[in-house]
């Protein structure tokens, strides 16, 4: 099965505060988002990524990813992550108009295996319609009250913490989106609303998100 990529890459990183897109920040010499399409490469799953840029980095992004421009077509994104990643849908079924798998794949998760793409890709050619990749939670969690006071423990055994990529039969995220009016951080939510089931699979400790300068200084370490 003909399987494609999204990379939505369009933020600013204003948590991050590098003063340059998130997706162009490099750690140990390679751009975040670099290292993100070429874990998806690594896979040897995927034909073709898209990647959805900040609108005016269309060129320096294309030029950072030059080593890999038979494998990558850059979009400019939009001005919300949903934004980019439907605008990356269309291209992507322009471009690879047979593809039957569609992975989306934040480019601030540059350091997630290559063997976590697969075993996505593997559950989705299985009949997954979708698939998000999952870690348990490692802290105790309590909800509070609006005053701050611990409501309850919640009982945390059930509790996931999702990353990406997130893999989808095409149609399912195309249905998704095409229901979807407004704003959602998490591509499988979508699916959720309408109606759709969504499998999980282990996730990793290197597919953190890279958010602030802490978590950069995490991978860097990782990286050493
Ligand atoms: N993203 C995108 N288009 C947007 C906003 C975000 O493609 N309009 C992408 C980011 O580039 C990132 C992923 O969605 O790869 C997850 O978003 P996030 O971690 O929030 O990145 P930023 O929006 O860049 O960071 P911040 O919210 O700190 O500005
Ligand atoms: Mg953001």
């Given at each position: 099965m003909s399987v494609v990529a999204l990379v939505p890459a369009a933020g600013r990183g204003v948590r991050l505060?590098?003063?340059?897109?998130k997706a162009l920040v490099p750690v140990a010499g390679e751009s975040l988002l670099s290292r993100a399409v070429r874990g998806l490469h690594d896979s040897g799953r995927v034909r073709h990524v898209v990647v959805a840029a900040p609108a005016d980095e269309v060129p320096a992004v294309e030029a950072e990813l030059a080593s890999l421009r038979s494998f990558v077509h850059v979009v400019p994104g939009g001005a919300e992550r949903t934004d980019s990643v439907r605008l990356a849908l269309a291209e992507a079924e322009r471009v690879?108009?047979?593809?039957?798998v569609v992975l989306v794949h934040d480019a601030?998760?540059?350091?997630?295996?290559p063997s976590v793409v697969r075993d996505v890709v593997r559950a989705v050619e299985e009949g997954a319609p979708a698939v998000v990749p999952v870690l348990p939670v490692a802290d105790t969690i309590k909800q509070v009250d609006e005053a701050g006071d611990v409501e309850t423990t919640v009982d945390r055994s059930r509790l996931r913490t999702v990353q990406t990529p997130q893999g989808f039969a095409i149609d399912v995220l195309r249905q998704a989106y095409a229901a979807a009016g407004d704003i959602a951080t998490d591509d499988a939510g979508l699916v959720e609303r309408i109606g759709g089931k969504v499998s999980t699979v282990p996730g990793h400790?290197?597919?953190?998100?890279?958010?602030?300068a802490f978590d950069l200084a995490i991978a860097e370490a990782v990286l050493a």
């Open positions: 505060g590098a003063g340059v897109p690879v108009p047979d593809a039957r601030a998760r540059a350091f997630t295996p400790p290197h597919a953190l998100k890279i958010t602030t």
